[in-house]
């Protein structure tokens, strides 16, 4: 909380939820007295909304009870964060925050603007939320793979084929996802777990490659670790795309796994 809890709790109380709508990793409910409840689950948690009767586990954290019956339960994994802003006032944490990678209005234009010549590793750019805002080093990996861009890329290197496939991959990668539920190690608001469950190299250290067959490696990308296929990512040389990629060098809507090997 960003408040003593009897401040928070007199802030909150009595207030109605008029909807819920999100910006890179933070949900934000709007409250009819013009202030927002901002939450932010960081390393993974649960948010489960509960019909009347039915209490929330022992395990949560946070409890929104409604006059109706229903409850809220937020639980978090590790750390995470449940703000409450004013009308009018400020929060650094989210004032900050960068385009939207899933908005119609994020056109490639704008992605190869936000890349522009920098220096820093093309996988360091895309997690900074002041850039680019909701993603994160469990979805980062498999889209890499799928433009064929290593993580340690600088961004300055990436040609204007490599960019448009990474941006293409961004897309497609982040929607199939969100489609898909989510992770399937995380419920969605009723509990159901979602059903995004097979990485193609992500966490798979030590495994082949589903294109090429390589070991997948894992390496040190600043303060998180990567997975790579130097197979298929090779740190210099440009190649083309890999089988069953091709769409997403326009764009695409679809993001199409690669081959897999008999």
């Given at each position: 909380l960003n408040l003593p809890e009897d401040e928070f709790q007199r802030r909150i109380v009595g207030r109605r939820v008029l909807g819920a709508e999100s910006r890179g990793k933070w949900?934000?409910?709007p409250l009819d007295d013009g202030s927002r409840l901002a939450l932010n689950l960081n390393m993974g948690g649960?948010?489960?909304l509960y019909d009347p009767g039915k209490g929330p586990?022992?395990?949560w954290r946070i409890v929104l009870r409604f006059s109706d019956g229903c409850s809220l339960s937020i639980g978090f994994w590790f750390l995470g964060y449940l703000h409450h802003i004013g009308p009018g006032e400020s929060h650094p944490m989210t004032d900050g925050l960068g385009a939207d990678p899933l908005s119609e209005?994020?056109?490639f234009e704008d992605f190869d603007r936000l890349l522009g010549r920098r220096k820093l590793p093309i996988k360091t750019f895309l997690l900074r939320q002041n850039a680019i805002?909701?993603?994160g080093n469990y979805y980062i990996q498999d889209l890499l793979f799928l433009a064929r861009v290593h993580p340690l890329?600088?961004?300055a290197s990436l040609d204007e084929a490599e960019r448009r496939r990474v941006y293409g991959a961004m897309?497609?990668?982040l929607k199939k996802a969100l489609d898909l539920g989510g992770a399937s190690y995380e419920n969605d608001l009723y509990d159901r777990p979602g059903g995004f469950a097979e990485l193609l190299i992500g966490y798979r250290e030590g495994q082949g490659c589903?294109?090429?067959g390589a070991i997948i490696k894992k390496i040190k990308t600043g303060s998180t670790s990567g997975f790579v296929c130097e197979g298929c990512q090779p740190f210099g040389a440009l190649l083309p795309p890999p089988a069953g990629v091709t769409s997403l060098l326009e764009g695409g809507k679809e993001c199409t796994e690669p081959r897999r090997r008999p």
């Open positions: 949900a934000f409910l649960n948010v489960v586990r022992d395990k209005e994020f056109t805002a909701g993603i890329r600088p961004v897309r497609s990668y589903p294109e090429c």
